[in-house]
């Protein structure tokens, strides 16, 4: 099966989903700075969740350049993944909405833990259809970042309730963490024959 286009379906998803989490920012009824308070919330929830999207999409990118050959268990995998990204928008809203209350940092950080689930399970997938010599195999190695990820989502989660700074925390350092770019990818496609 030819990979292109699972990638154009998924890049169309994902500019949707962007898409849509910016129709959330709402023009406020003044024409003052103060006007603009209430709309904080909103656009940090609005900004971090682009972070987490564009994250995805690059990362994304590069995984399905690493690979010859998908299958139709990629196929599910990839739209897995694009299922939970596309219940960014409804918990990115709520959350900025209400303020980040728990209940609303517990569900954002749920939406975050199945996008890392279905990431991993994508991964794992490509994996196993390209084999374990490929080029994606050798690039994610011990992959630290994809294992911790999933922990600090479930700190997040669990302190929502109790310490909201923290979920909060938790939240931004995961995508600090993936925010500078990770070279395995492009380091093992430059050192692999074609």
Known sequence: MHKTRLEAFSDGVLAIILTIMVLELKVPHGA???ALRPLLPIFLSYVLSFLYVGIYWNNH?????????????VLWANLHLLFWLSLTPFATGWMGENHFAPAT???????????????????????AVNGPDSPLAHAVG?????????????VGIVSSFWLPWLAGAAYVAVALIW????????RTLTTQPD
Do not use: T
């Open 105 to 127: 940092l517990a569900v954002y950080g749920g939406v975050l833990l199945g996008s890392a689930i279905a990431y991993f399970v994508l991964q794992n997938a490509l994996i």
């Open 179 to 186: 925010l500078i770019p990770d070279p395995r990818i492009e």
């Open 61 to 73: 990118h590069h995984m399905l350049s690493s690979c010859r050959q998908i299958s139709g268990g």
């Open 32 to 34: 003052d700075f103060p």
């Open 142 to 154: 011990h992959d630290w970042k994809g294992k911790l990820s999933p922990v600090l989502y479930v």
